[in-house]
């Protein structure tokens, strides 16, 4: 006949201290958590290494659709009125040009006149057949038709056969601009996207995976080059331009 155990009270002395069991309960919950969160890192780290950056290019010809042209130009006296009178003719001289060669009135800009007394140089020379005084002007023309400004700046020969004389830095100083960059650049950044995961689907072709979403993007900076580029070249002096950005994507390959 089977005998039959009864369980030990709690107060017997046999029977297992409460405060015993806890740093064995806390002790198996060690160890279970000991397990999950290695493996929990692990796969994490795993999955984030699962990834490829790469870059792409986008480039678009642009043509500039602002020019700013600065005409200036210097007279010499030993007086400062025969000065005046002679820069202020020579303005209105210029002035005429533009407007013969299809400038409005509004495109145009007289600027002040700079002038330099020579006897106020405490360096001056001891040359006598020096002019006192130097006086400069600048016209500036502000203008979206840049083919009038290209084709207009050979015709300034005529002014200098009439004596006027450009200063040799900025005689025929001219930048061409591009203002509507704002306006191509979401399809330069689609476009240079769209190249980057190209590049990141070949690269995953030869690993044996698969591109999946972006993991990170950064669109690059926008760079206006001359069309024709050279070692002299530079942009602001061509009207032909190319845009260009370099976007830098990172994305999961699964």
Known sequence: MPIEKKPIPPHHPHAPHPLKTIPAAVLALGIALGGFFPGYYYYKTHINNNSVTVKGLAEKDVVADLAIWKLKFVVTANELQSAQKQIAAQATEINAFLLKQGFKQDEITLERIETNDLMANPYRGNEANTSRFILTQSISVKTNNVNLVEQSIPQTDSLIAKGIVFDNNEGYSVSYIFTKLNDIKPQMLADATQNA?????????????????????????????????????YEAQQINKTVRVVSTVEYWLD
């Open 197 to 233: 995961k190209k590049a990141a689907e070949e690269f995953a072709k030869n690993a044996h995976s698969k591109v999946g979403k972006i993991r990170r993007a950064n669109q690059g900076v926008f760079s206006i080059l001359p069309r024709e580029q050279t070692a002299t070249s």
